[in-house]
């Protein structure tokens, strides 16, 4: 049993330590990539159409609306679109004026900036984020030319240069695709968060941070270089903000598909299907984490739920636009799903029975190994993100938050693994999809 224990052992510490490892190495890659992007202002060729989804937001729609006008306001070629929903209205139906579309409205008018901010409410049978966004993508193609709608959540906050950037990638990288994907930092105003809660939200933005950076980014241009060579594709999914779709595309798959309610993965799932092209933006969208560990619980569950029915949207796409892929194909967009789910859901149990394996087994190397798993995964990527940030931008955390994010860390990695897991126990009773509004 001891040489069991201690295979079992040396196989997930392996995991840990060379994949902590692999993530540093490649997130360095990414901010590289973004510290030598070309970002010089230049002539904008393409249309943008930026659309901003909403539910909700009276708290933040005002200060949104001040930052993405101020992002766009001396570009002709950028609109943006902010779209309600009616869904909200009956809340409100005794004080309507405190609906998001009004208090958008008030701001907009104010402004006097009616034609560069178009606020829209998307009817009840367009149902959902997605359901707005394809109200909004049907107003565009009407009255609008092709080009670009990029979609961000109200908390986005990408930099100023985004525009020219898809435009150096456009003209001088000659990059064709499809989509224009830009990862996340999800540490925007972290710096004012204070007391245990605001360092279990830090250490959770720096661990989502990572991912993006280490694994998301990287996998946007291996996903690329693989469609454009025609060779086998790895499975990729798209995020919900910072996603820039052509107008083509969007024509020719009828719009933001609607078959899983994460709708951003979805179309990742579909795009792979039919090996549409994804490429990376070499920006980061800088946004914001939940704020407690219980929404942050909920917000897993959510992803993990729309995460683990990715061979039924790619079942569902094959049959829709009549694909048939290969054996290789399939069998690489099940394993490579099915591990990334597996990963996803067991990963903070697996680390914390390497650790409880080891003490079991009571050899000094064997303990050495599994607190250098942790080490490797989950404290040094903490920190290394965080220096990777300040390279890119002003931020400084305090002392405290430093002494504690050892601890701090592996606690929050134990608890990104409860959603996911509290899915699989919901997936199991219930067919029926789920959807997960962000508290603010």
Same mark, same amino acid.
């Given at each position: ?13 392996? !995991? ?60 002709? =070629? ?13 809340? !409100?139906?005794?004080?309507?004026? !405190? ?7 008030? =701001? ?28 909004? !993508? ?194 690489? %967009? ?7 789910? %597996? ?9 914390? %029975? ?87």
């Amino acid at each position: 049993m001891e040489i069991i224990g201690s295979i079992i052992l040396g196989l997930l510490s392996t !995991y840990y330590i060379v994949g902590g490892l692999t993530m540093i190495i490649m997130s360095l890659k990414t901010i590289k990539d973004i510290k030598n992007a070309e970002n010089s202002k230049i002539k904008l060729k393409n249309n943008y159409y930026i659309i901003l989804p909403v539910l909700k937001e009276q708290n933040i729609i005002g200060e949104s609306i001040d930052y993405f006008y101020d992002l766009t306001k001396y570009e002709e =070629k950028v609109k943006v679109f902010v779209i309600t929903t009616e869904r909200e209205d009956d809340e !409100y139906i005794k004080n309507p004026k !405190y609906t998001t579309y009004e208090i958008a409205k008030n =701001k907009i008018n104010k402004l006097g900036i009616e034609n560069k901010i178009i606020l829209l409410k998307a009817p009840k049978e367009f149902i959902g984020k997605v359901g707005q966004m394809n109200f909004a !993508y049907q107003y565009i193609i009407e009255n609008n030319e092709n080009g670009y709608i990029g979609v961000y959540d109200i908390d986005s906050r990408p930099p100023k240069e985004i525009f020219y950037n898809i435009e150096h990638l456009l003209e001088n990288k000659n990059i064709k695709t499809d989509i224009f994907q830009q990862v996340s930092s999800y540490c925007n105003g972290i710096e004012q968060l204070e007391g245990i809660g605001g360092d279990f939200a830090i250490a959770d933005a720096f661990s989502q941070t990572r991912w993006a950076i280490g694994f998301e980014y990287p996998i946007y241009k291996a996903y690329y270089d693989s469609v454009s060579k025609k060779k086998l594709r790895p499975l990729v999914y798209c995020i919900g903000h910072g996603c820039f779709v052509n107008t083509e595309y969007l024509k020719k798959i009828d719009g933001f598909p609607t078959f899983n309610k994460n709708d951003d993965l979805s179309l990742g799932y579909l795009t792979s299907t039919i090996s549409g092209k994804i490429y990376p933006i070499p920006l980061l969208d800088f946004c914001q984490i939940s704020r407690t560990a219980l929404n942050s619980i909920k917000q897993y569950k959510f992803w993990f739920t729309g995460s683990s029915k990715y061979y039924s949207d790619v079942k569902y796409y094959m049959s829709k636009y009549n694909i048939e892929l290969s054996k290789k194909q399939k069998y690489l %967009f099940k394993i490579q799903g099915g591990i990334r789910n %597996f990963l996803w859901a067991w990963r903070s149990n697996l680390i914390i %029975f390497n650790l409880l394996l080891s003490i079991l087994l009571g050899s000094t190397i064997h303990i050495t190994l599994s607190l250098l798993s942790i080490l490797s995964y989950v404290i040094v990527p903490y920190y290394v993100t965080y220096f990777e940030l300040k390279s890119l931008n002003k931020m400084n955390l305090k002392i405290r938050t430093f002494v504690l994010a050892p601890i701090i860390s592996i606690l929050n990695f134990i608890i990104r693994g409860i959603g996911p897991c509290m899915a699989m126990i919901t997936n199991s009773k219930s067919k029926k999809n789920i959807e997960y509004k962000t508290e603010r």
